[in-house]
């Protein structure tokens, strides 16, 4: 698995200008159940999961996880992942084992947002480094079902686009937070044991492209990434022109962030629009999962938490976490329980 990570890393990386990925119509069977969502009360985000799993039965592509924050509407509306039998044996409840909630450290001074502010010019000044299409990141999924526990599904994704538009991506089974211990996968729809490091996809696409969010380069300025972000977590039947709500803004930022890995220019265009966002504030400092150290910017809608860390000299996001802050017992999961994780890397 290292092998095929240092490989895909030294991928020829594609220029901040060139092709995108296209993104074809949905069959009819898609939009009606699409159709359906919309008129829901639930958040935005199970319609675009929906979507990333809609297209992905298409095209017969997995494509980038979406962060499953499955939100807690009326009647406790859970998306909820078909979760099978999970093997035995004696690692399995290490395999099982959520998270735990990231530990903030409460001795630290909170750095306020407009600080970051600062810091991020600073750091975007010298221009470096600069955007590149492709992803490298991290995530801990919570699948749950009425009848099983809920099980926690890690993988690490490497995208690399090459000059000729086309692009790679492979999918490991991995957790770093226990080297060597087996771990789930969601392979072939059924949650299952795998080793760690299991490889459960490899693939190469052809060269495709699209003038539409992700896929569309993202701008450096703050006036036009909020147009961008806007455009990416509002479909067009809706999207009003009402400022982006914290929580919308937060989703849209992790679908740009399993795309591209910014520069500091549009990382500090970024850290603009955090900085105007109701309701998120600074909490102190937390050591993310891949052991770097972070700020902490937490929002709370009242059913999940959200909580954003930034690199604390350069404002780029290292991940998000979400917390139920509600208990769902249905499904067995309490309040403060980890809900989804992502870590992004360059």
Same mark, same amino acid.
């Given at each position: 698995?290292?092998?095929?990570?240092?490989? *895909?890393?030294?991928?020829?990386?594609?220029?901040?200008?060139?092709?995108?990925?296209?993104?074809?119509?949905?069959?009819?069977?898609?939009?009606?159940?699409?159709?359906?969502?919309?008129?829901?009360?639930?958040?935005?985000? !199970? %319609?675009?999961?929906?979507?990333?799993?809609?297209?992905? %039965?298409?095209?017969?592509?997995?494509?980038?996880?979406?962060?499953?924050?499955?939100?807690?509407?009326?009647?406790?509306?859970? *998306?909820?992942?078909?979760?099978?039998?999970?093997?035995?044996?004696?690692?399995?409840?290490?395999?099982?084992?959520?998270?735990?909630?990231?530990?903030? +450290?409460?001795?630290?001074?909170?750095?306020?947002?407009?600080?970051?502010?600062?810091?991020?010019?600073?750091?975007?000044?010298?221009?470096?480094?600069?955007?590149?299409?492709?992803?490298?990141? +991290?995530?801990?999924?919570?699948?749950?079902?009425?009848?099983?526990?809920?099980?926690?599904?890690?993988?690490?994704?490497?995208?690399?686009?090459?000059?000729?538009?086309?692009?790679?991506?492979?999918?490991?089974?991995?957790?770093?937070?226990?080297?060597?211990?087996?771990?789930?996968?969601?392979?072939?729809?059924?949650?299952?044991?795998?080793?760690?490091?299991?490889?459960?996809?490899?693939?190469?696409?052809?060269?495709?492209?699209?003038?539409?969010?992700? +896929?569309?380069?993202?701008?450096?300025?703050?006036?036009? *990434?909020?147009?961008?972000?806007?455009?990416?977590?509002?479909?067009?039947?809706?999207?009003?022109?009402?400022?982006?709500?914290?929580?919308?803004?937060?989703?849209?930022?992790?679908?740009?962030?399993?795309?591209?890995?910014?520069?500091? !220019?549009?990382?500090?265009?970024?850290?603009?629009?955090?900085?105007?966002?109701?309701?998120?504030?600074?909490?102190?400092?937390?050591?993310?999962? *891949?052991?770097?150290?972070?700020?902490?910017?937490?929002?709370?809608?009242?059913?999940?938490?959200?909580?954003?860390?930034?690199?604390?000299?350069?404002?780029?996001?290292?991940?998000?976490?979400?917390?139920?802050?509600?208990?769902?017992?249905?499904?067995?999961?309490?309040?403060?329980?980890?809900?989804?994780?992502?870590?992004?890397?360059?």
């Amino acid at each position: 698995m290292a092998d095929e990570l240092e490989l *895909l890393r030294g991928a020829d990386p594609v220029p901040a200008d060139g092709p995108h990925l296209a993104d074809g119509p949905l069959d009819a069977r898609a939009e009606e159940a699409l159709r359906r969502l919309l008129h829901e009360d639930t958040p935005r985000r !199970r %319609t675009r999961l929906l979507r990333t799993r809609l297209l992905a %039965t298409r095209t017969g592509r997995r494509g980038p996880r979406a962060r499953p924050v499955w939100g807690l509407a009326a009647g406790v509306a859970v *998306l909820a992942v078909a979760v099978g039998a999970v093997l035995g044996g004696p690692d399995t409840r290490l395999a099982v084992a959520a998270p735990r909630p990231l530990t903030v +450290q409460a001795r630290a001074t909170p750095v306020p947002l407009r600080d970051m502010v600062a810091l991020a010019d600073a750091a975007a000044a010298a221009g470096e480094p600069a955007l590149r299409k492709g992803t490298h990141a +991290q995530s801990w999924s919570l699948g749950m079902s009425d009848d099983k526990p809920p099980v926690v599904l890690p993988e690490e994704r490497v995208v690399r686009w090459r000059a000729d538009a086309s692009h790679t991506e492979l999918v490991v089974a991995t957790d770093p937070r226990r080297p060597g211990r087996p771990v789930l996968s969601d392979e072939g729809d059924t949650p299952h044991e795998v080793a760690d490091g299991h490889v459960v996809s490899r693939t190469t696409y052809p060269p495709m492209w699209s003038d539409a969010p992700p +896929q569309a380069t993202p701008p450096h300025t703050a006036a036009a *990434l909020r147009a961008y972000l806007t455009e990416l977590a509002r479909p067009q039947a809706d999207r009003g022109t009402a400022p982006l709500r914290t929580g919308e803004l937060l989703d849209a930022t992790a679908e740009l962030l399993d795309n591209w890995t910014l520069g500091a !220019r549009e990382s500090a265009a970024l850290v603009r629009l955090f900085a105007g966002a109701d309701g998120l504030r600074p909490a102190g400092d937390v050591t993310d999962r *891949l052991g770097r150290r972070g700020h902490a910017y937490v929002y709370d809608d009242g059913r999940v938490r959200h909580m954003l860390i930034l690199e604390p000299r350069t404002g780029t996001v290292l991940g998000m976490e979400d917390t139920f802050a509600v208990a769902v017992p249905a499904y067995g999961v309490k309040a403060g329980d980890v809900m989804g994780y992502s870590a992004w890397m360059r």
